[in-house]
């Protein structure tokens, strides 16, 4: 598929004209295919999963095993090491508390994570260390745990696992990526990358929202207590104890969003149809392209505005006058959607960039040139508008 054939594929583009979505770090919108794989499996088949016998029970759990199946094939994983879950936040949650829970990690972990974490793959992690976490690499601490984001979701800042891996300290720790804001922008492999643990959310990748994926490393997940229990998750049960069910299931506790996984697997189908190599080489060209145009208004600071370093397509900026939020607001007048605020990320906002709120910009396949022209003219309004009241 031809990159100006995608917008087409996008019912809500034909539904709202003149509609701009520069939100796309917070989710993506539905190509039709996810669509018609979730109206498909409610008027064709909806059963739930593992349990019934009869045909359209079993074409559903096969419907479900195949997107789970390709959900490991697009990351290069085995299917007993895909979990669903219903997102990032569930994943990160349920893998903090299991680690802790089964004894992996020490009571008091040592954690190194980043200031520019979401708070979904942070949260979890102060929790369990009390607020005791490094934020820089101390080459005195031996590492436990190591919390980061693959690509930021305020700046695009890709950190690359390999070179992550190559501080010493860190040859024992367990390694948590959150693939959040990389999962639709960048091939991941996790072999490659050789990761303990990489999550996801389906909605920032076409899919629907509700559905989510934790990837772990077979081993781990097999020494991992449950972090839910309860139907469709175990062996068997006595009044005084249970036993689990294998993997996948085991961390898979009641009834699973089944027609989201499902609709998962023809996101995956979506991304294939398009390919990496171009998605990456779109992205790429768009990021220079809003970048230059931002860089020429000159009341406003972008936070990451290197075109030297490899960066994804989410560009976060503050105007020195003028209020995110006033921005934001004025451009959603024009239909243009962008976000402000600090986007679940307030230590990056208020110790890092010293600022309660940024207006960002995060682009997908969709987008074009002419979505950034509009965005730039009437961003150029907003500010000429809010600078005359002040
Ligand atoms: C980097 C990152 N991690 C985690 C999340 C949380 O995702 P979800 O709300 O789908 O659980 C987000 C969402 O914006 C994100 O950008």
Redesign the pocket.
């Known amino acids: 598929m031809s990159i100006k054939e995608i917008k087409k594929e996008f019912p809500i583009f034909e539904n709202n004209s003149g509609l701009v979505f520069l939100d796309n770090?917070?989710?993506t919108q539905k190509p039709k295919q996810v669509i018609d794989k979730l109206i498909e499996v409610y008027t064709h088949y909806n059963s739930n999963v593992h349990r019934g016998l009869y045909p359209i029970a079993e074409k559903t759990s096969l419907e479900y095993e195949n997107a789970r199946q390709k959900i490991a094939t697009f990351i290069n994983a085995n299917p007993k090491e895909i979990t669903f879950t219903?997102?990032?936040?569930?994943?990160?949650n349920l893998i903090a508390e299991s680690l802790a829970r089964s004894g992996i990690i020490p009571a008091e972990p040592k954690v190194l994570t980043t200031e520019q974490?979401?708070?979904?793959?942070f949260l979890p992690w102060q929790r369990i260390t009390k607020g005791k976490l490094d934020y820089n690499y101390n080459p005195n601490t031996q590492y436990d745990v190591v919390v980061y984001?693959?690509?930021?979701?305020v700046t695009g800042t890709y950190t690359d696992i390999k070179e992550l891996k190559k501080q010493p300290n860190l040859k024992n720790a367990i390694f948590i990526a959150?693939?959040?804001?990389?999962v639709a922008h960048k091939k991941l492999d996790v072999k490659d990358m050789d990761t303990d643990f990489l999550?996801?959310?389906?909605?920032?990748m076409f899919g629907p929202?509700g559905i989510?994926v934790l990837y772990g490393k077979q081993e781990l997940l097999e020494k991992m207590e449950p972090f839910k229990v309860g139907g469709g998750m175990i062996s068997e049960v006595t009044k005084e104890s249970a036993t689990w069910a294998e993997l996948p299931e085991k961390f898979e506790a009641g009834t699973p969003p089944i027609a989201d996984a499902i609709a998962l697997g023809a996101a995956i189908n979506f991304i294939n149809s398009i390919g990496f190599d171009e998605i990456e080489k779109h992205e790429q060209n768009l990021r220079k392209y809003l970048v230059n145009k931002l860089k020429q208004i000159p009341q406003i600071k972008i936070f990451h505005p290197k075109l030297n370093e490899y960066a994804a397509g989410v560009v976060s900026f503050v105007s020195l006058n003028v209020h995110a939020h006033d921005i934001a607001q004025f451009l959603g007048d024009f239909n243009i959607c962008v976000r402000a605020g600090h986007?679940?990320t307030q230590i990056l906002h208020k110790e890092v960039f010293q600022v309660p709120a940024s207006v960002r910009i995060s682009l997908s396949v969709y987008n074009t040139e002419e979505d950034i022209n509009q965005l730039i003219e009437s961003l150029k309004k907003a500010i000429e508008y809010f600078s005359k009241k002040d």
Do not use: L, R
């Open positions: 770090a917070s989710t219903s997102g990032t936040t569930d994943s990160t974490e979401h708070h979904a793959n984001t693959i690509i930021s979701n959150d693939a959040a804001q990389a999550v996801f959310s389906g909605h920032k929202t989510g986007h679940c």
